[in-house]
């Protein structure tokens, strides 16, 4: 395995680590805002945006470990 690969796989890991937490700490400012002055359309905001990051999480993570399976 080359220096280049290496490389590649830790900026992979790397990159789906800060996105992971990216979306926690978003999510979370979210939920702060939402507690803050509670109505049904900041709890929909909330819920919506969690639940699509995390769908996107899932699926890219995924999508990365079939393709270190493959290498």
Same mark, same amino acid.
């Given at each position: ?7 590649? $796989?830790? +900026?992979? !890991? %790397?990159?789906?680590?800060? +996105? #992971? $937490?990216?979306? +926690? &700490?978003? &999510?979370?400012?979210?939920?702060? =805002? #939402?507690? =803050?002055?509670? /109505?049904?359309?900041?709890?929909? !905001?909330?819920?919506?945006? &969690? %639940?699509? &990051?995390? $769908?996107? +999480?899932? /699926? ?9 399976? #493959?290498?």
């Amino acid at each position: 395995m080359d220096a280049v690969a290496v490389v590649r $796989i830790a +900026l992979g !890991v %790397i990159s789906d680590r800060l +996105l #992971t $937490i990216l979306g +926690l &700490s978003l &999510s979370f400012g979210l939920c702060c =805002w #939402t507690m =803050w002055d509670p /109505k049904y359309e900041r709890v929909i !905001v909330v819920a919506l945006f &969690s %639940i699509y &990051s995390y $769908i996107l +999480l899932i /699926k890219m993570e995924s999508k990365n470990e079939r393709s270190e399976k #493959t290498e």
